[in-house]
């Protein structure tokens, strides 16, 4: 899975995590939904798997989304575009990323996306309070070269044509429109680490609206698994979600955190995935008798811990 294409580099995807992710996942998927699709990292990865049949892509970041579309369907079209830009930036790399930026502001061109976030600081998206990208560009690279540019997309491409369904719409909408033999995959902006916005999204979503949301989900009965909250260290991200959902939690311990080795400390990130009450009766019901956390030295869970104990270990 390791080797699986992606052709953004994306701060917050779950590229990296996907592996231990699709081990929650049922083996046999009519159509996932990501209503927070971002980069589509596991839509790759459970395609990739031969998990899936088809896929919805849904994301409020418009840009986004449309880009998805172009590489998936299009994919020679949005690589010739990248391999000019990328042509065109050697007499000031600098200037020139900020030529595109602005162009990209006025126009929300997801071909010029491309670009931005391949030569964005970290491949971290950002957006100032009136919904512009401002991200600065890395100034110690020019950003993939053409070539394996290129390879990637249709890498992605050959994974997904033809399978997706592309939206921009507020993911309430989406989770209305489900069906009986779905399953979603959320990976939502939480609070704790932005307030009410993350300046990853063009705004945030409220903690009482997803939780309603979530209720509403159970009341279908729908099998569905959320990263959502986390830990660095002792110091914990993001509401944890409320156990009357009945939800199973899942740590995976992601590794020493980069940032916290530079200032000294030695700190282990922590992410947590949310199980669906229906998702876990499946799971208990199958041959799987323990799952692995992420980490030099993986830990054994016991299947499906309760997340009334985790809830209980984190406040």
């Given at each position: 899975?390791a080797n ?8 917050g995807?779950?590229?990296?995590l ?6 929650f996942?049922p ?5 996932l939904i990501e209503?927070f ?10 395609s990739?798997?031969q998990?899936?049949?088809?896929f919805?892509?849904?994301?409020l ?7 998805l579309e172009l590489?998936?369907?299009?994919p020679d ?5 990248y ?8 007499t ?10 602005s ?10 996306f ?8 970290k ?7 009136e919904?512009l990208?401002n991200?600065?560009p890395?100034?110690r ?11 990637n997309?249709a890498g ?39 307030g009410n ?12 609206d997803?939780v ?13 698994a ?26 995976i ?9 530079l200032?000294g400390?030695?700190?282990t990130?922590?992410e ?9 009766r499946?799971?208990v019901?199958?041959?799987i ?9 993986p ?7 309760k ?7 984190t406040r």
């Open positions: 899975m699986l294409p992606h052709f953004i580099q994306y701060q995807s779950k590229r990296n996907a592996q231990y992710i699709l081990q996942f083996k046999n998927i009519n159509r209503p699709a971002g980069t589509a990292a596991i839509s790759v990865a459970t990739g798997n998990i899936s049949r088809s919805w892509l849904n994301d970041n418009k840009p986004l989304i449309e880009l590489a998936i369907e299009n079209e949005i690589a010739d575009l391999s000019e830009l990328w042509n065109e930036q050697h000031d790399s600098v200037a020139h990323y900020f030529e595109v930026r162009k990209f502001n006025k126009t929300n061109d997801p071909k010029l491309l670009y931005l976030l391949a030569r964005c600081v491949g971290s998206v950002r957006y100032n309070s919904g990208f991200q600065s890395d100034k690279r020019k950003g993939t070269r053409p070539e394996k540019m290129r390879k997309i992605v491409s050959s994974l997904l044509k033809g399978k997706c369904k592309f939206t921009s719409l507020d993911y309430r909408e989406v989770l209305d429109q489900i069906q009986d033999t779905d399953f979603i995959y959320m990976d939502p902006p939480y609070q704790g680490v932005c916005r993350d300046s990853r999204y063009l705004s945030g979503i409220d903690f009482d997803f309603l949301a979530l209720e509403q989900l159970n009341r279908k009965e729908a099998a569905f959320i990263s959502y909250d986390g830990k660095l260290g002792d110091r914990a991200f993001g509401k944890v979600l409320p156990l009357s959902l009945s939800l199973e939690r899942i740590e311990e992601v590794g020493r955190s980069s940032q916290s080795t200032l400390k030695e700190e990130t922590v947590s995935l949310y199980l669906s009450p229906s998702l876990s499946s799971l019901n199958t041959q008798n323990d799952f692995t956390c992420i980490g030099k030295k830990k054994q869970l016991n299947l499906l811990e997340h009334g104990e985790f809830a209980a270990a």
